[in-house]
């Protein structure tokens, strides 16, 4: 049975990029997506058995970091950021870590990546097996 992954993403063509990714990968499929954290709060209730959140930080109405106060005491889920601005060793994957963010991933080309499978694909993947467990 695959993961369910719910994707948290303010640009719809990202969402769109991650979504064919996931799809690439057998055994992880996109249950829910989110333009905002607070949308991505209100998906969490309406499927509070996902697996694994892909999170953006710069998003409007509320950004992943606020996303990751309130949801990180109400999920089991593997949360790893997948953002252009929290690389690994930045101030802002450092506070996600602190907030409980399981994982970081970087955009290899900013906020629309859409060479992501190409460039971050294979570390994405690994990353998101490890989080499962089985890597």
């Known amino acids: 049975m695959p993961y369910k992954v719910m994707i948290v993403d303010d640009a719809a063509m990202m969402r769109l990029y991650i979504a064919s990714f996931l799809r690439s990968q057998k055994d992880f499929k996109v249950a829910a997506q989110a333009s905002n954290g607070e949308e991505a709060l209100e998906k969490m209730l309406e499927h509070p058995d996902l697996d694994l959140i892909l999170l953006d930080i710069e998003m409007p109405v509320m950004d992943g970091l606020e996303f990751l106060r309130h ?20 101030k802002h994957a450092a506070k996600a870590r602190e907030l409980g963010a399981d994982a970081v991933v970087a955009k290899p080309s900013g906020t629309v990546s859409h060479d992501l499978e190409e460039k971050a694909g294979a570390e994405l993947a690994g990353t998101m097996r490890s989080l499962m467990g089985a890597a």
């Open 71 to 90: 949801a990180r005491p109400n999920t089991t889920a593997k949360i790893c950021l997948l953002s252009s601005v929290a690389v690994n060793g930045s």
